[in-house]
């Protein structure tokens, strides 16, 4: 089975003029947010091939070359033309299409990947799509910059095939 993962990079000012929860630059948190997704991927059962993207959104050349190095050397990286968050999920829409994955996850820069959630996630979605009748399967994590404001935590949604909604604590 083909794994999909896509990522997009952006190592510039926040977009939303909200201030960073974590006082590092943003470099720094998307080293150790990569590093966490990387990590992650080694511990994925063998019966998966996966493949790792990175949508590039214009970030200075030191931060592309610590990412390559990252990542390592199986990872594509694939520069913008353009600026802009609309325009890299674009691109991170295409290579989705074209790629034409079993499963496509995609993730931003300032996501920390815990052990074993990347193999779980797939667990999950393996039994989902067997128990569905092999219909197409969505597990969808959101990530809305407002959700990280301090005492308006929000629940997290699974949908899958619009047949199971699981609410999370």
Not at 91 to 116: M, Q, R, S, T
Not at 142 to 154: Q, T
């Amino acid at each position: 089975m083909q794994l999909d993962i896509i990522t997009r990079i952006h190592d510039g000012e926040n977009v939303h003029s909200s201030p960073r929860f974590v006082k590092e630059s943003k470099q720094e948190i998307i080293y150790r947010c990569l590093r966490s997704l990387v990590k992650c991927i080694k511990e994925i059962p063998s019966e998966y091939r996966v493949k790792l993207t990175i949508v590039d959104d214009h970030s200075k050349p030191e931060t592309l070359e610590n990412v390559k190095k990252i990542a390592g050397p199986a990872a594509t990286i694939v520069n913008l033309d353009t600026k802009g968050n609309g325009e890299s999920m674009k691109v991170c829409y295409k290579v989705a299409l074209e790629n034409k994955a079993d499963l496509i996850y995609f993730c931003e820069d300032d996501w920390l990947h815990f052990p074993g959630c990347l193999a779980k996630m797939l667990e999950a979605w393996k039994l989902t799509t067997v128990s569905s009748g092999n219909q197409p399967v969505s597990i969808a994590p959101g990530d809305c910059w407002w959700d990280y404001i301090p005492d308006k935590v929000r629940p997290c949604h699974i949908i899958t095939s619009c047949i199971l909604r699981h609410q999370c604590p």
